[in-house]
Nanobody, 121 residues
Framework: VQLQASGGGLVQAGGSLRLSCAASGRTFGPYTTGWFRQAPGKEREFVSAISSGGTSYYADSVKGRFTISRDNAKNTVYLQMNSLNPEDTAVYYC????????????????WGQGTLVTVSS
């Protein structure tokens, strides 16, 4: 399976971006899709995830600002990011798997290449 993350870019603080994660070779169907991010010099951290049943999970730092959704017909998961701030600057990765814990990166089997989000102050 291949995951293609896109939608990153440069945005001013307070702005919005929508990231997309498209899968090929396998449908999202039974899998959980997660978004993680990694800022320079920091470890990869959980951002959000959505299960096959549509249950969504969010890191405390993005609750109320980010929304995850999935379009099974397009085999794509989206991350709508609003009220962005400079602390959101990172490379964002999408991942696919059947994790026991949706917040743990090592629980995912497949990873996209990442898309850079830069938020200027």
């Amino acid at each position: 399976v291949q995951l293609q993350a896109s939608g990153g870019g440069l945005v001013q603080a307070g702005g919005s971006l929508r990231l997309s994660c498209a899968a090929s070779g396998r449908t999202f169907g039974p899998y959980t899709t997660g978004w993680f991010r990694q800022a320079p010099g920091k470890e990869r951290e959980f951002v959000s995830a959505i299960s096959s049943g549509g249950t969504s999970y969010y890191a405390d730092s993005v609750k109320g600002r980010f929304t995850i959704s999935r379009d099974n017909a397009k085999n794509t998961v989206y991350l709508q990011m609003n009220s962005l701030n400079p602390e959101d600057t990172a490379v964002y990765y999408c991942a696919l798997g059947l994790p026991l814990d949706a917040t743990t990166p090592t629980s995912y089997n497949y990873w996209g290449q990442g898309t850079l989000v830069t938020v200027s102050s």
